[in-house]
């Protein structure tokens, strides 16, 4: 059984990369620049900061990527917050709730700026169900380097050997094993990715519960 349970976000809890993607094909259609959603799925797993940078790169477009992102949200709004279709995974709430039930630590760990975890979180009531977030602006390094991982275990004062990590992307779930935790991916995402890194694999959160409980897990 393990004792601690770390979390990425993007694609864990919320379907949000296709919702994003799609964003970003409407961003660059402002700058005269047409993507296919096959062309996109490279960014998967990204952080936005990058993608940012390589679309100004790529384009040479005349701003930085922090204007690029400024400007993102100007024309597309605040993704978290005012994305409609944006939800929580069937079964994620309770999944959580299961483990508080029964006394398991619990981290969120995201490549993802703090201002827009918290407000992603806050906005489906979920951050009370975790006990340390780590979002990209807390670590030197972020995913596929294990420190974010690390941070987590740190900040819930466990042993690597002692959590598990769900995660959705190759980058995800070399961070989780770098860090020398067990690792479990979820494939819940409309975005199929490549997961044999993985030690485990769900399609979904009830599918999860039931292959942690059969492997002793959970």
């Known amino acids: 059984m393990k004792n601690y349970f770390l979390f990425d976000m993007d ?3 919320m379907d949000s990369e296709p919702l994003y993607l799609k964003r970003l094909q ?3 259609a402002h700058y005269g620049v047409e993507y296919s959603p096959e062309e996109l799925e490279q960014f998967v797993g990204k952080t936005s900061v990058s993608i940012a940078e390589t679309m100004v790169r790529t384009h040479d477009l005349p701003l930085t990527p922090q204007e690029f992102l400024a400007e993102e949200a100007r024309h597309c709004g605040s993704f978290y917050l005012d994305s409609p279709e944006l939800a929580l995974f069937p079964g994620a709430e309770e999944f959580l709730d299961h483990l508080r039930e029964r006394g398991i630590g619990t981290a969120l760990v995201s490549s993802t700026s703090s201002k827009s975890v918290l407000s992603a979180l806050d906005r489906f009531g979920m951050v009370r169900r975790f006990d340390a ?3 990209r602006d807390m670590v030197s390094n972020t995913k596929p380097s294990p420190e974010p991982y690390l941070t987590a275990a740190r ?4 042993q690597a050997g002692d959590c598990l990590v769900v995660e959705d992307s190759p980058v995800g779930i070399a961070a989780g094993k770098a860090a020398g935790m067990t690792v479990a991916a979820l494939r819940a995402s409309a975005i199929r990715q490549d997961i044999t890194g993985a030690d485990l694999e769900a399609g979904s959160y009830q599918e999860l519960r039931g292959t942690l409980e059969e492997k002793g897990l959970l």
């Not at 900040?155 to 466990?158: D, E, Q, R």
Request: positive net charge.
């Open 133 to 135: 977030i780590v979002c």
């Open 26 to 28: 409407r961003h660059m």
């Open 11 to 13: 694609g864990v809890l």
């Open 155 to 158: 900040f819930l004062g466990a």
